[in-house]
Every structure is written in C-alpha cells, then in structure tokens.
C-alpha cells in the first residue's frame, strides 16, 4: 500500500487520466477529494470508489475561477483533515491550426489549464505548507509543451506554462519537504484525444481508424497511453519511490521524445 493513509485531491477526476489516478490511489490505501466541472460525473466516480470499500468525496470546480478553486480546497481539508497529495491534472483542449486559434479558445484554454494548474497548485501547497507536513504535488502537463507538434498552439503554450511552474513551484517549496513534478503524457487513449484524433480525422479526410494507425506509426514503441500508465507513475511519484525525486517533468509517450 504505497499512500496507506494519505488524503489525495485530484481535480479533472471524472474521467480519463484523472479518474484513473483517483481510482488507484484509492487501491493503493488513500482517501481522495475528486473534483470536476462536471458534478454528475464526479460523483459517479467518487460512488464507484464508495462502492468498492473506498474513501472518497465528490466536488464541483471550475479551476479557471479562484472563489471556485478556494471552495475546493476548503471542503478537501475539512473532509481529510488535510491534503497530503494533489493531482493536479484538469485540463481541456480543442483542435484548432495556429491561424485559427481564437480569443476565445485562447482564453479557455490558459484558463484551465495554466491559470488553473497555478492557483489550485499554491492554494493547495499553502494548505501543506501551514500544516507543516510536507507534501507532494504532481502536475499534468503534455509533451505538446516539448514540441512544436500539436493540435492546438494555446494548448502547447499552456501546458509548457504548466512545465515552468512545475520547475519554480519545486524549487520554492524544497524547503517545506513538499515535492512538486510533472507528468508529459504523449497520444492517449482518453475521450478528451481520442474527440481530437476524430476531428484531425474528419480535417485530413481520414477515418478514424486511420487516424489512429497515423498516431501508432509516429510512436516508437507503437502503443497509444493507457490511462492506467500515467496513474502508476503518479502514484509511484506520489510514494515511497519519489521521496527524493522533485522538479522533474517526465514524458510516457512510448518513446515520441526522447533525452
């Protein structure tokens, strides 16, 4: 039981990558806040856990809105009596060529996930940092904020946003024994990649299956991610095994980048 007795929020919890994480952590001995937009999902998930002998309290949030993301914090600390680890995972993304991203989907996008990823990330480390017990924190970004490939520039620019606080957020924290990393997933099996993959399908006249053996092609080790796989490596992170790993930003994307 690698978090016995661990309290986790994780926010984007009521599908893919943050549902996985919730859903493992909980096997792993932890108590987890789940937290989502999307309230009938979450606490979906957070029954499911329930169900199986877990721990765990279902939360509405919009990270993109501060009073939002306080609220948050506030019920995971009542719940737990703290937070021992975040999952700072919510993220949203749409298909958009660099000429045709708008203001719009600019704003939305670094609304949720660089304006969310900071305010949910101090709001939560002020929290570990008053109760004097350290912490960990992992952040989700994407390989998108490695490269110049991506469906969306706002979405790159935004989880490399996600990659730099990651690096400052680990470095101011150090001293309160609070680690900070992030995970990079490359091409996923989630709805929210595989709406992409059918929409870079319908713009290039593919099929989706099409589409998909395209993505496989570019991935040396010809795997699309499982949600699973960045579940154990945040749990892992989370763990005895990350106790001296902090500031880290760490690709699975089946060999994509490498270095």
């Not at 501060?66 to 949203?92: E, H, Q, R, T």
Request: net charge negative; with cysteine.
């Amino acid at each position: 039981m690698q978090l016995e007795g661990k309290s986790v929020l994780v926010t984007g919890a009521a599908r893919g990558f943050g549902r996985a994480i919730a859903e493992l952590a909980v096997e792993e001995g932890a108590r987890v806040a789940v937290s989502d937009v999307n309230l009938d999902g979450v606490e979906a998930v957070a029954q499911a856990i329930r169900d199986r002998g877990g721990e765990a309290v279902a939360i509405e949030a919009d990270v993109s809105d501060i009073a939002s993301i306080d609220a948050m914090v506030a019920v995971a600390v009542d719940a737990f009596s703290g937070i021992d680890i975040l999952a700072n995972n919510a993220g949203i993304t749409r298909l958009a060529p660099l000429l045709e991203v708008s203001e719009g989907d600019w704003d939305s996008i670094m609304g949720v996930n660089a304006k969310g990823a900071f305010f949910v990330l101090q709001r939560v480390a002020r929290e570990m940092v008053a109760r004097g017990r350290g912490g960990r924190i992992i952040n989700m970004a994407s390989v998108a904020g490695k490269t110049g490939r991506a469906s969306n520039a706002a979405y790159a620019a935004s989880k490399a946003s996600v990659i730099s606080i990651t690096y400052q957020a680990a470095s101011a924290l150090a001293g309160h024994d609070i680690n900070v990393n992030a995970i990079c997933p490359g091409a996923a099996e989630t709805e929210m990649f595989a709406g992409i993959r059918r929409q870079r399908a319908e713009a290039f006249g593919q099929t989706y299956e099409q589409n998909t053996l395209e993505t496989l092609a570019s991935v040396p080790l010809g795997r699309i991610i499982d949600p699973q796989d960045i579940a154990r490596l945040a749990v892992f992170l989370a763990g005895p095994g990350g106790y001296n790993i902090t500031g880290q930003t760490i690709n699975v994307d089946g060999g994509v980048l490498m270095g």
